[in-house]
């Protein structure tokens, strides 16, 4: 298997590889603002991207009447899923899932920061005009960017593709430096004294743990993220009073949102629970009907530092401070 560090070394390459003359064919004049240029376009018999011809003339005639529904009336996920960008876990596939299902933010081992806008402005457009019922967080078991977070960092200076990408993960390295977790703790001091980590291999307890400890995290801070407690506490100060809250943008009331943790295992194609799931104060958390790893939850986190009762101290406090309908 290609190791994460490699691929990025090849990311690093392209502009190189860019630079090598290849066999040409037809023109392509380029128009700008400021100057004309032509561009040598080459003819791609058998392309590689005949692969993505294919595959969308099986799709678009798989199911017609599905997508001028959806076009015709819009979209109302009840899901959105938040994973890693790596292609073996894309979520249509695995979850066999059609258009208008997912509402979907993936990124480098599915992390959740409110500084990053994307992901923020995501689950705020999910939540408060969509109306998802449940935002999913899914790791995998081989994520690379959970690899590289263990692996020495590289020496010497690294080029700016490399550079974004390893401050990308740094909040996992943290995580691996602090995590409590036996098995992190035990691979963390087995590797102390190497000169140089590599990447482990994809069954290293303490890398399982690891993947599976990053999506406890991001299952936190979604559920301490503005968007998430501000919902809550609308949610709660709506049914003391006995008003509709209405904050949908596209119709209905705002509704429950719970927040779930869950993994997947690229050698199998498995889909477990990870015991961490989050919902409004005071409701019922609907069961995951998929299996859970066995005692994945309670490895780590004390109760009073759970996900939920973090959110509900924090939902607490900042009902007060919001109004009861908009």
Known sequence: MVSFRSALFALAT?????????????????????????????????????????????????????????????????????????????????????????FTQRNIANQFHATDVNSESVLAYAVSVLGVKHVIVMGHYGCGGVAAAIASRPKG?????????????????????????????????????????????????????LVEENVKATVGRIAQDNVIVNHYALLAAADESGATNERRAEGGPAGDVFIHGWVYDIENGEIRDLGVSVGPPGKAIPPVPFASVVNAAEKTTAAHETPQKRCEEMCKSRRSFLPTSH
């Open 157 to 209: 200076n690294v080029d700016a593709a490399l550079s974004a990408v390893y401050n990308w993960i740094e909040p996992i390295r943290e995580l691996f430096a602090s995590s409590s977790r036996p098995e992190i703790v035990e691979l963390r001091e087995r590797i102390k004294d190497l000169p140089v980590v590599e990447e482990p291999e994809n069954n290293e307890p303490g890398f399982r743990a």
């Open 14 to 102: 392209v502009s190189f590889a860019f630079g090598h003359p290849v066999r040409e064919s037809r023109d392509l004049k380029i128009i700008g603002t400021t100057f004309s240029a032509l561009v040598k376009r080459q003819d791609a018999p058998g392309s590689e991207l005949q692969l993505l011809v294919d595959g969308n003339k099986v799709f678009k005639e798989s199911d017609p009447e599905l997508l001028k529904k959806l076009a015709d009336e819009g979209q109302a996920p009840p899901f959105m899923f938040l994973g890693c960008a790596d292609s073996r876990v894309s979520e249509g596939t695995v979850f066999n899932a059609k258009p208008g299902m997912l």
